[in-house]
């Protein structure tokens, strides 16, 4: 007997499939030298319409494919997430192929490849189906971090996040092999059911720590970080921002599901362990990106910085700290994308990402200084913007949890933060210039720019309906206890 | 008698071999191998798994797996072509120009 299929439930996974095939076709179709970039111009109309499509979908909830794949408030959330994180991406991208004489419409192809992973792996709800999407998003990223095939940069960039990313997947595997094992089953309902009635055993403890570094080397944890500065720096800029929002938060999504939901009943084990795991990353982190050169490997240990603070969340255990992580990332996006953005504009009409060629950005472009700016200023957490409002949720979320040691070693790496950020600050608006030609932006990436900002302010402003959308999302996640 | 624990002793065999294969080669391609091995590992103790459990979906699973290292190694040896042509070399510690 078969599972009846609920076709509504898995739509826009479909939608998205059906984007991609119809672009390579088109891709085909189309005479190589239109001249115009038609890829970029269809994704991004595709995308709009589908972040429509997603927002009729708030109520919908329910399983299909025998529980293989679930739809619940967490995975409306996460998906809408990865969609608003495509429609800064994909213009970083337009932006960034114009360097590239030709292989560019590809590009488009893996990006939505990396979105659809993204997406299945919000809504999975068996290990096989967890494994198949991650698999589906890392596959698509280890070639796009490899894709400037002339730059030495990008290859070795591609074959570090080859290797370690293939290890991590080996790791995740077996970890589930071993679930399997003593479970009987892969399925999230069915292991809920076997953590609920049995105590942790040492065969199960095993896999989940396998299960946990695969998890770990997706959001940048210590001891799984180590190719997060290199993969950063070596991938092409748009890559990087993916990596750093989208690939990050997909991890965020498992550890949620996994660990606020089936493996909730063994709480008090893996928040000892998260704790100490949350203070290391913050630390190293922050200690590391204090004497960087390189503006993207600047941003990749700050990105293990941030990875710590949320695991804070993850370490509280409560509805509440998922909450705060649901809300966090929500302003991670806004902020780093921002930050990207910036960092794409300077890149195209500079050839550089070094820290010092930024030196008088506020004269030679007013727009970008400012919008680096408030984005380095919100990492950092400086009120009344997004990044202050998410640290404070975290952190209230920790205190209540009874962690105020953990909360503490956050409050002193958001000081350690500020110094590097204001370094940067300082090359911005205090260095002179060495070169004073200004750098052209067209109207439409002013316009994307003012959408980031408005998101890194707006935000910060006005919390409550979007703290109010963080908490439905973990309060509605299928598996709660 | 061979029973779960020899099966399972393989598999941890194999994997542990992967492991320390991808620590100590710095041939990119025997890494490569290694990192083959670590899914062949899984493979095993989803089978005997499946075998002592009597249920079949650990089979079930090894097909997709087989499927992703197909695909996984496709892309690692497209990358190691790539490098082949631009670095010369296989030695995977020739990659450090990207360091502080």
Redesign the interface.
């Known amino acids: 007997m078969f599972p009846i299929i609920h076709w509504n439930l898995i739509s826009l996974e479909l939608l998205i499939t059906v984007t991609l095939v119809g672009l390579i076709v088109l891709d085909i179709l189309l005479p190589p030298e239109t001249g115009k970039d038609w890829t970029g111009l269809i994704s991004f109309t595709a995308l709009l319409i589908m972040i429509g499509f997603w927002s009729t979908q708030r109520n919908l909830s329910g399983e299909t494919m025998g529980g293989m794949f679930i739809m619940d408030s967490l995975a409306w959330f996460f998906k809408g997430f990865f969609l608003l994180a495509m429609v800064f991406v994909f213009p970083m991208t337009r932006q960034f192929l114009k360097s590239l004489p030709k292989w560019r419409n590809e590009f488009y192809f893996l990006l939505w490849l990396a979105l659809l992973g993204m997406c299945l792996v919000a809504s999975s709800g068996d290990f ?1 189906m967890l ?2 999407s991650i ?1 589906i998003l890392t ?1 698509s990223l ?2 796009m971090t ?1 894709y400037l ?2 730059d ?2 990008s ?6 996040y ?2 370690l990313g ?2 991590a ?3 995740l ?2 970890g ?3 679930l ?2 003593v479970t ?3 399925g999230f309902a069915v292991i809920q059911g076997y953590a609920a009635t049995h105590a942790m055993n040492p065969t199960i403890l095993f896999g989940l720590v396998l299960i946990f570094a695969a998890i770990g080397f997706k959001i940048a944890s210590v001891p799984f970080h180590l190719w997060v ?2 993969v950063y ?2 991938a092409p800029t748009p890559v990087t921002a993916l990596l750093s929002v989208g690939s990050k938060a997909a991890g965020f999504v498992i550890l949620i599901r996994l660990f606020f939901g089936v493996f909730a009943s063994w709480h008090p084990q893996w928040s000892s362990v998260f704790a100490p795991l949350a203070a290391l990353t913050m630390c190293y982190g922050n200690l590391g990106a204090l ?3 390189n503006i993207k ?1 600047l941003f990749g240990y700050s990105s293990i910085g941030h990875a710590g603070y949320l695991l804070m969340g993850a370490a509280a255990g409560s509805i509440l700290g998922a909450s705060a992580i649901n809300f966090y990332l929500l302003g991670y996006l806004f902020t780093n994308l921002a930050a990207f953005l910036v960092i794409v504009l300077f890149f195209v009409t500079n050839k550089s990402d070094e820290i010092n060629d930024y030196a008088g950005l506020a004269t030679r472009s007013p727009l970008l200084a400012g919008v680096l700016l408030l984005a380095l200023v919100s990492l950092a957490g400086v009120p009344p913007l997004v990044g202050f409002f998410g640290k404070f949720t975290l952190l209230m979320a920790t205190v209540q949890s009874g962690l105020l040691w953990l909360a503490l070693i956050a409050a002193v790496n958001v000081i350690i933060s500020l110094y590097y950020y204001l370094i940067v600050v300082k090359r911005l608006y205090v260095d002179p210039p060495r070169v004073n030609s200004p750098i052209p932006i067209s109207s439409s990436m002013r316009f994307i720019l003012w959408m980031a900002v408005a998101g890194i302010v707006g935000i910060g402003i006005i919390q409550g309906p979007f703290l109010e959308a963080a908490m439905t999302a973990a309060k509605g996640m299928c598996f709660l206890p | 008698m061979i029973g779960l624990g020899h099966y399972l002793l393989l ?1 941890g065999f194999l ?1 542990s071999v ?2 320390i294969g ?1 620590t100590i080669n710095r041939n ?1 391609l025997k ?1 490569l191998l290694s ?1 083959e091995l ?2 062949a ?2 493979n095993l ?2 089978v ?2 499946s075998r002592f ?1 009597g ?1 079949y ?2 089979q079930l ?1 090894v097909f ?2 087989i499927l ?1 290292a197909a ?2 190694v496709a ?2 040896l497209a ?2 072509v ?2 082949y042509r ?2 010369s070399t296989l030695q ?1 510690d020739q ?1 450090k ?4």
């Open positions: 096989l494994f198949i698999e596959i280890y070639v490899a095939k002339s030495h940069h290859l070795e960039a591609g074959m570090k080859l290797i293939a290890l997947s080996g790791f595997l077996y589930i092999s071993f399997y094992g009987h089953s892969t500065p290199d720096q070596g004497f960087q050169t490997r | 598999s994997f992967g492991v991808i990119v890494i990192l670590l899914l590992a899984s103790s989803f005997a798994f459990n249920d979906a650990g699973i997709f797996v992703v695909a996984e892309i690692g990358i190691v790539l490098m631009h670095f995977a990659l120009d990207l360091k502080w």
